[in-house]
């Protein structure tokens, strides 16, 4: 069983920027794509970024192309949600999650293709 630990949420003021982390435990890190997603209260969960088991491939929601960086550590369990010119708008709790696959050139963007999630990290953006 995987398990998923997201760390570096806090409050910053807008455009300022925040490096979350997702450290993952229980499984063989390498053959998982992984993905970062937020949510808001009253509104569904939505994809931020997803990356590759790779980590060559990788996708963004259309609101945060250009402003976030998802990366995988060559060495060890972590994914990297790098978060610049953050915008009240970006305000929620911030979910890592993981899914086993053979393909390691895919991405995946709906949270239905997740069968792991983390407790999530909440993220503050003041204007």
């Not at 910053?12 to 808001?40: D, K, N």
């Not at 980590?55 to 550590?73: L, M, P, Q």
């Not at 009240?88 to 991405?107: G, I, K, S, W």
Request: proline letters at 2%; one cysteine or more; charged letters at 15%.
């Amino acid at each position: 069983q995987v398990q998923l630990t997201e760390s570096g949420g806090g409050l910053v003021q807008a455009g300022g920027s925040l490096r979350l982390s997702c450290s993952a435990s229980g499984g063989a890190f390498t053959v998982y794509a992984m993905g970062w997603f937020r949510q808001i209260p009253g509104k569904e969960r939505e994809l931020v970024a997803a990356i590759s088991v790779n980590g060559e491939s990788a996708g963004y929601g259309d609101s945060v192309k250009g402003r976030f960086t998802i990366s995988k550590a060559k060495v060890g369990n972590s994914v990297y949600l790098q978060m610049n010119s953050l915008r009240p708008e970006d305000t929620a709790v911030y979910y890592c999650a993981a899914t086993l696959t053979p393909d390691r050139d895919e991405y995946y963007a709906g949270t239905h293709q997740y069968k792991f999630w983390g407790q999530g990290t909440r993220v503050t953006v003041s204007s």
